[in-house]
């Protein structure tokens, strides 16, 4: 014998609509505080810059490490063979340092870009060289190489590291000294930021949802100890530029784009406010481990990823943070029976329009278990056949994950069929 349940869905349906504005239509998802905030950054923390002038060494690491333009004399004003910059970290090597020339340099001479293998200078590989010898016009250029497998740290002007250096090697002539206003190092090893605890309070403007100088890869990881389906961010400085991020899940061997998602951050460029990312969880979510996970971190993650880049001249920032686990803190209406639930009808009597389906997630509370009920753009009745296994007393509820984006439906329902 069969068993029918109904739930109305009254008002206007949506993403964002329902009590808790969240689009939860029957039941409750409670608000849960990430168990982890992870900031990925390829750009490493605190690059080192030390210029040397005929033996006269300046440190001009804080210069290099803010916007100011002409501040850092990567040249003597009169070169000599021998003068030299030295770019490096403390603790990692790497094998990209990006510089912002403000001044263009015009001069004749050459530039032998450098490493120490323990015992002198070598010449570095394959290098590409974009400040062409530091006469590049103003603006950004990357100097690249093979990351030396020989590479020893050693010390420069008593600051110990491992550095790269630019040496005149030649010079004929001098017109006008090229200057840097800033400079980047990009790391051969991921830098981590742990925003757990400004994420989780709210302390205004304090989370980073991506580093200052982004690079493809970078991204902001969140995580929690179960399975959830949103994410809310209390964005306080939107994204500016030209991007592209992905919402990313561990699949078990990689990070894998989650394929039913509804940003309404835009990729954290929408204008600040508290803003939801609304995902259907994938069926081969796994949780990572201590060996695979962001940092060594165990959890379900998911990761806003920088996939694609042109310029962000805006960093975004946010308050505060939350995701909406599937059972923790969640409740429904009461299953009068045990088996299988095995189809859903739809009814509106508003229908949406026709821009996007509506996707809904019948789901038990009490397990975690779900199925995807999709609603088809401009459809006042819909049904899907599907297998969600139940027991008497567990609790169902209705999440809306995408929506049209412009009607919505309303003043609807969903039939359940055991």
């Not at 954290?268 to 969880?281: D, Y």
């Not at 088996?339 to 009808?345: E, M, N, R, V």
């Not at 969600?388 to 003043?411: F, K, R, Y």
Request: charged share 15%; hydrophobic share 40%.
């Amino acid at each position: 014998m069969s068993t029918s349940i109904i739930l109305p869905m009254p008002g206007t349906l949506g993403n964002v609509a329902g009590g808790g504005s969240n689009g939860v239509h029957v039941g409750n998802l409670t608000y849960a505080s990430p168990t982890k905030a992870l900031l990925k950054s390829t750009v490493a923390p605190s690059p080192l810059c030390i210029t040397d002038d005929g033996g006269l060494y300046v440190n001009e690491t804080t210069p290099f490490n803010e916007a100011t333009g002409d501040d850092v004399e990567v040249l003597p004003a009169t070169p000599a063979v021998d003068d030299a910059v030295y770019f490096g970290l403390a603790a990692q090597k790497f094998g990209e340092v990006v510089l912002d020339i403000t001044t263009q340099g015009d001069w004749a001479g050459t530039i032998a870009w450098e490493y120490w293998d323990g015992s002198a200078w070598t010449a570095l590989s394959n290098v590409t060289d974009g400040t062409t010898g530091f006469t590049a016009a103003t603006g950004e250029a990357s100097v690249t190489f093979d990351v030396p497998t020989d590479w020893e740290q050693n010390t420069v002007d008593s600051v110990e590291a491992y550095w790269i250096r630019a040496n005149v090697s030649a010079y004929t002539s001098v017109t006008t000294a090229p200057q840097v206003g800033q400079g980047w190092i990009i790391g051969d090893a991921e830098s981590w930021t742990d925003d757990t605890t400004d994420f989780t309070d709210a302390g205004t403007g304090d989370v980073e949802l991506l580093p200052l100088r982004p690079t493809v890869g970078d991204g902001l990881y969140i995580g929690y100890s179960e399975k959830f389906c949103k994410v809310k961010v209390t964005t306080s400085q939107a994204r500016t530029g030209t991007a592209t991020i992905a919402l990313k899940y561990w699949d078990g061997e990689a990070w894998s784009a989650v394929d039913t998602v509804e940003d309404d951050t835009a990729g954290w460029a929408t204008a600040a406010g508290p803003l939801l990312i609304h995902f259907e969880p994938p069926s081969d979510w796994v949780a990572n481990t201590a060996a695979n996970g962001p940092n060594g971190q165990a959890g379900f993650f998911v990761v806003m990823e920088l996939t694609a880049l042109t310029d962000v001249t805006q960093q975004p920032l946010a308050t505060q943070g939350w995701v909406l686990p599937l059972v923790t803190g969640a409740n429904g209406f009461f299953c009068p029976a045990s088996g299988s639930i095995t189809k859903a009808f739809g009814s509106a009597g508003t229908v949406s329009a026709s821009n996007a389906d509506s996707v809904f997630l019948i789901l038990n509370t009490t397990t975690g278990r779900f199925v995807p009920f999709t609603w088809t753009k401009a459809t006042a009745y819909d049904t899907a056949t599907f297998a969600l296994p139940v027991s008497v007393n567990d609790e169902l509820a209705i999440v809306q994950i995408t929506e049209d984006g412009s009607t919505e439906l309303a003043n609807a329902s969903i039939q359940l069929r055991m």
